[in-house]
């Protein structure tokens, strides 16, 4: 079965959406992480929680090593493609969840911006490791 033009612009609507979740849940988890860990916030050392934002913090981050974009980016822009939507002609969500997600500089930027993400998430590793399973934490240790 092949996509309408409209279907394809709403799923590339919600590829972006999610593509904005999933950015705001590495940076806010990070965030959580260094401002929880010292507070002695146990959710912030939830081991499966931890994990998933270190994985995706590393994946993107080798992403822009390799100079790729993100799988996201590709499929939501063939999407668009496919619903014959060009860069000028954008739904509402794209248009303003777009200015969340990107803006213009130089690829390094975003390399090191990534890096950095990363190194502070293996900081915040080691300072506060996740709990190794649901019994420690009703323990209190």
Request: proline share 5%; aromatic share 12%; net charge positive.
């Given at each position: 079965?092949?996509?309408?033009?409209?279907?394809?612009?709403h799923?590339?609507?919600?590829?972006?959406?999610?593509?904005?979740?999933?950015?705001?849940?590495?940076?806010?988890?990070?965030?959580?992480?260094?401002?929880?860990?010292p507070?002695?916030?146990?959710?912030?050392?939830?081991a499966?929680l931890?994990?998933?934002?270190?994985v995706?913090?590393?994946?993107?981050?080798?992403?822009?090593?390799?100079?790729?974009?993100?799988?996201?980016?590709?499929?939501?822009?063939?999407?668009?493609?496919?619903?014959?939507?060009?860069?000028?002609?954008?739904?509402?969500?794209?248009?303003?969840?777009?200015?969340?997600?990107?803006?213009e500089?130089?690829?390094?930027?975003?390399?090191?911006?990534?890096?950095?993400?990363?190194?502070?998430?293996?900081?915040?590793?080691?300072?506060?490791?996740?709990?190794?399973?649901?019994?420690?934490?009703?323990e209190?240790?």
């Amino acid at each position: 079965m092949a996509l309408s033009p409209a279907l394809a612009a709403h799923l590339a609507d919600l590829v972006l959406a999610l593509h904005v979740a999933i950015a705001a849940f590495a940076v806010s988890m990070l965030l959580a992480v260094l401002v929880g860990g010292p507070r002695g916030w146990r959710w912030v050392r939830v081991a499966w929680l931890r994990w998933t934002h270190l994985v995706l913090l590393a994946f993107v981050a080798l992403q822009a090593w390799l100079g790729r974009l993100c799988p996201l980016t590709v499929w939501e822009q063939l999407l668009r493609r496919h619903a014959g939507q060009s860069v000028h002609d954008v739904s509402f969500v794209e248009s303003w969840l777009s200015r969340i997600l990107f803006f213009e500089a130089p690829w390094w930027i975003f390399v090191a911006a990534y890096t950095v993400l990363v190194a502070l998430a293996a900081l915040a590793w080691r300072c506060w490791p996740p709990r190794r399973a649901p019994t420690e934490m009703s323990e209190g240790r």
